[in-house]
């Protein structure tokens, strides 16, 4: 697509439940980052992906949070037993290898509040 | 460690520039970033410096690196009261794995 899309825009849950955040990258960017944006912050990094792998999920907060890319372009990030904390905005982004992975494309986010 | 800081707020009259700074820690940080965020928008990348630069212009954007201090600045002329938004400094560090580390943002308010 033109852009990277976030679905849905906007989630309200209940402490304790599950929720799923997706990501639809730029086509043709092997590169997909999740980072997650509270109030007041700046964007804090989670997990990075090179094609299907995980090359780094040091950013990931808890064994709560998890995020997968099973065939290198749509990512899903998954969040048990939520709580009041995790309520933020949950940005993707994408970018290309080599010389153009430095510029990294920015969705709109998922606003995530947690009731 | 990686850590990227900027000042909180900056307010200024329209029409005179806007100076947004910003320190970062990580030596080994290949580019650094200026991005924008207007309320309720995602992040829109302004500019982009190499860390082997230590100037770039780009229309009313004037980004300023000195490496030795790990400072950055961003510069914006003749600022309009479209330029009222959230400023994200941040810094890329690469070498086995890629990510950006951004700082707490600058909200910059523009008055007339």
């Known amino acids: 697509g033109a852009g990277v899309s976030q679905t849905p825009s906007n989630k309200v849950t209940e402490k304790g439940k599950y929720v799923e955040l997706r990501c639809d990258p730029i086509s043709g960017h092997t590169a997909l980052y999740w980072y997650r944006q509270s109030l007041g912050q700046g964007p804090e990094f989670l997990i990075y992906?090179?094609?299907?792998?995980?090359?780094?999920d040091s950013g990931l907060p808890n064994d709560r949070f998890f995020a997968v890319r099973p065939e290198g372009s749509v990512s899903t990030l998954k969040i048990q037993r939520t709580e009041r904390g995790d309520s933020a905005v949950y940005l993707c982004?994408?970018?290309?290898?080599?010389?153009?992975?430095?510029?990294?494309?920015f969705g709109a986010g998922s606003r995530l509040t947690v009731l | 460690g990686e850590d990227v800081e900027q000042s909180l707020f900056l307010s200024v009259r329209e029409g005179d520039s806007s100076v947004i700074n910003c320190t970062y820690t990580?030596?080994?940080?290949?580019?650094l970033y200026w991005y924008k965020q207007e309320p309720g928008a995602g992040l829109q990348l302004l500019t982009y410096i190499f860390s082997n630069m230590d100037m770039k212009q780009d229309q009313r954007l004037t980004v300023l690196l000195n490496k030795k201090d790990k400072h950055l600045s961003l510069r914006i002329a003749d600022t309009q009261t479209g330029d009222s938004a959230i400023y994200f400094c941040a810094e890329f560090v690469s070498g086995g794995y890629n990510k950006l580390i951004f700082g707490a943002g600058t909200r910059l308010a523009v008055h007339p």
């Open positions: 992906f090179q094609g299907t792998g995980a090359a780094d």
């Open positions: 990580d030596s080994s940080s290949t580019y």
């Open positions: 982004a994408s970018s290309k290898t080599g010389s153009q992975a430095n510029v990294l494309t």
